[in-house]
Structures are given as C-alpha cells and as structure tokens.
C-alpha cells in the first residue's frame, strides 16, 4: 500500500540524515551545539529592604486609640494598633483634598474667594481676594486652613469635589474611609483609619510638589494683588525639632482627638506615621520614632 512506501522512505530519510555517523548534518549539530543551545540569561531581581524587629515584644508608650506605622518602600507593617477601626479624620482629610485639588487645578491658576468659612483653623481669606491655587496649597497643608479647603472645594463645584474625593478613596482601596467635607470638621458619614491614611500619605509622597508643600516649616503668602497678605506657621511642631520629620498632616476637633499623619526619614529608610485619637499626638509620635530608632532592622543579603 502506499502509506508502506511513504513511510518507509520517510524513516530511511531521516535515518541516513541524522545517524549518529559522519555525515555532513551530524557535524553540523555535533560541533556547533551552542548555536542551537538555549542561552540563560541571568536576571537579578531587586527588592526593598526588608524590615523586621529587634524585639518584637517591645512597644512604644503610645495613648492613641489608632496607630500605624508603616516601612514606606516596602509598606511592610511595623506597629498596629486598631489599625482598621473608623475614627474621625479631622483636617487629616486635607491630605485627600490636596490630591483632588492637584488633579483639577493647575498651581498657578488664580482663584477668587467668592465665599469662606468661619470655623476651626482660618488662614484669613477674605471675599474679593485673588489668589493663586499654589497659595492655598501652602494655607491648608502648612497652616490647615480650613477656610483654603473650603475654597477649592467651592470653586470647582462644592458637590462635585466632595464627589471626586471618594473616587479618590476608591482608587487607592481606602475601603474604610469616606468624606463629606474638605477640611475634615467632623460630620456623621466622615470617617478614616489609620491603615487607609498610610495609603494616602504614601500617595501623597509619590508627589514631590505637594510634599515639599507639607514639609515647609514656615512661609508668608500673598493674593496676587499684594492686598492680603497670610503668615502661616506648620501646625507640626516636629517640624525642626526632630531631625528626619519630613511633614504630613496635622488634625484636631474635639470628637477626633489629636491626629497626625507624619514622614519620618532615617539612615536611608522611610517611613509613615499614623496616629488617630490621641491624647498627646505629638509625643506619641516622638516616642514611635524613638522605637524605630531603636527596634527596628533591616534584612542584608
């Protein structure tokens, strides 16, 4: 049949071909095997350093209700204390405000402060005054005006600012955290923790605009107009007292406590701070980075 001979001639082929004799393919594979061998190709894969504790029994004398601390390169978790539960943002909200505001104003367009808010923390805008955004920046994240968070708000459409905040959440899987207002005053649907503001700071320091805003100890702006002019002192008294605190955010009303959200840089290594609903954020915060000093390592090859 004939599937007899086409087989047949196809094995004697391929037999008188590649038999392991002297025959002109043979050498072709035998002595040139590197050209067919597949080639390795070495790839060293680059990682963060990771952290790790001394003693991990050791724990800072902290009065917050809600702590986070965090190894920012790697977001490895060094110290948690109720870091999921909802607490009241107070102005901490401004870190998210900041982020929506970046994306839908250019820093040197100008705003006129068509209307203003009384309450909390004021940087002193004034019906009339032009001011450029870059300005209010500088008043809500150095000086926590509320009034500069209201304003941005304001201008692009107060319930549609609100509305971005959210998608804000959203985007960086904040999944406990939700906002009503931009300056943080306290409101029954505005919560956060200190896990979901971990997330924003970091988002916040991928800015470097923003985050050298945050970090400014002390500065006097202007409107546009040389009219009005606003000192604005950080509220973060860390700021120049301890070496490596780079900012964040500050937040206070009465049913929120003392918050504040801090960048602490250190031998090469960063980190975030969160403290929620504490008695003395300021020395809670002193007394976590005298614990990283001291506590935590790192991992060497």
């Given at each position: 049949?004939?599937?007899?001979?086409?087989?047949?001639?196809?094995?004697?082929?391929?037999?008188?071909?590649?038999?392991?004799?002297?025959?002109?393919?043979?050498?072709?594979?035998?002595?040139?095997?590197?050209?067919?061998?597949?080639?390795?190709?070495?790839?060293?894969?680059?990682h963060d350093p990771i952290p790790y504790l001394k003693d991990p029994k050791s724990i800072p004398d902290v009065t917050a209700e809600g702590v986070?601390?965090?190894?920012?390169?790697?977001?490895?978790?060094?110290?948690?204390?109720?870091?999921?539960?909802?607490?009241?943002?107070?102005?901490?909200?401004?870190?998210?405000?900041?982020?929506?505001?970046?994306?839908?104003?250019?820093?040197?367009?100008?705003?006129?402060?068509?209307?203003?808010?009384?309450?909390?923390?004021?940087?002193?805008?004034?019906?009339?005054?032009?001011?450029?955004?870059?300005?209010?920046?500088?008043?809500?994240?150095?000086y926590s005006g509320n009034d500069a968070a209201y304003v941005l708000a304001d201008n692009y459409g107060y319930s549609k600012f609100i509305k971005?905040?959210?998608?804000?959440?959203?985007?960086?899987?904040?999944?406990?955290?939700?906002?009503?207002?931009?300056?943080?005053?306290?409101?029954?649907?505005?919560?956060?923790?200190?896990?979901?503001?971990?997330?924003?700071?970091?988002?916040?320091?991928?800015?470097?605009?923003?985050?050298?805003?945050?970090?400014?100890?002390?500065?006097?702006?202007?409107?546009?107009?040389?009219?009005?002019?606003?000192?604005?002192?950080?509220?973060?008294?860390?700021?120049?007292?301890?070496?490596?605190?780079?900012?964040?955010?500050?937040?206070?009303?009465?049913?929120?406590?003392?918050?504040?959200?801090?960048?602490?840089?250190?031998?090469?290594?960063?980190?975030?701070?969160?403290?929620?609903?504490?008695?003395?954020?300021?020395?809670?915060?002193?007394?976590?980075?005298?614990?990283?000093?001291?506590?935590?390592?790192?991992?060497?090859?």
């Amino acid at each position: 049949m004939k599937w007899y001979f086409y087989f047949a001639f196809v094995f004697f082929t391929l037999l008188f071909l590649f038999y392991p004799g002297d025959s002109y393919y043979y050498h072709i594979f035998a002595y040139n095997r590197e050209v067919f061998a597949k080639k390795t190709v070495s790839v060293e894969l680059k990682h963060d350093p990771i952290p790790y504790l001394k003693d991990p029994k050791s724990i800072p004398d902290v009065t917050a209700e809600g702590v986070y601390v965090v190894d920012l390169p790697s977001f490895t978790p060094l110290l948690e204390r109720n870091e999921h539960e909802r607490l009241f943002p107070a102005s901490t909200t401004k870190i998210i405000t900041s982020l929506v505001a970046y994306d839908v104003y250019k820093p040197t367009q100008i705003i006129t402060v068509k209307r203003t808010i009384t309450d909390g923390q004021l940087m002193g805008l004034v019906v009339g005054e032009r001011i450029t955004v870059e300005n209010l920046f500088y008043g809500m994240l150095v000086y926590s005006g509320n009034d500069a968070a209201y304003v941005l708000a304001d201008n692009y459409g107060y319930s549609k600012f609100i509305k971005l905040m959210n998608e804000k959440v959203k985007a960086l899987r904040m999944s406990n955290s939700h906002f009503t207002t931009p300056n943080g005053l306290d409101a029954p649907n505005q919560y956060t923790t200190p896990y979901d503001l971990a997330l924003a700071a970091r988002e916040l320091l991928k800015n470097p605009y923003l985050a050298k805003i945050a970090s400014t100890k002390e500065i006097t702006v202007s409107d546009v107009d040389f009219k009005y002019f606003h000192q604005l002192n950080n509220v973060n008294e860390l700021l120049g007292e301890i070496a490596g605190v780079g900012g964040l955010k500050t937040g206070y009303t009465e049913e929120a406590g003392e918050n504040l959200v801090s960048y602490y840089k250190t031998d090469g290594h960063k980190y975030i701070i969160v403290v929620l609903k504490s008695q003395h954020r300021f020395q809670d915060t002193k007394n976590i980075i005298a614990w990283i000093d001291a506590n935590v390592l790192y991992l060497t090859k």
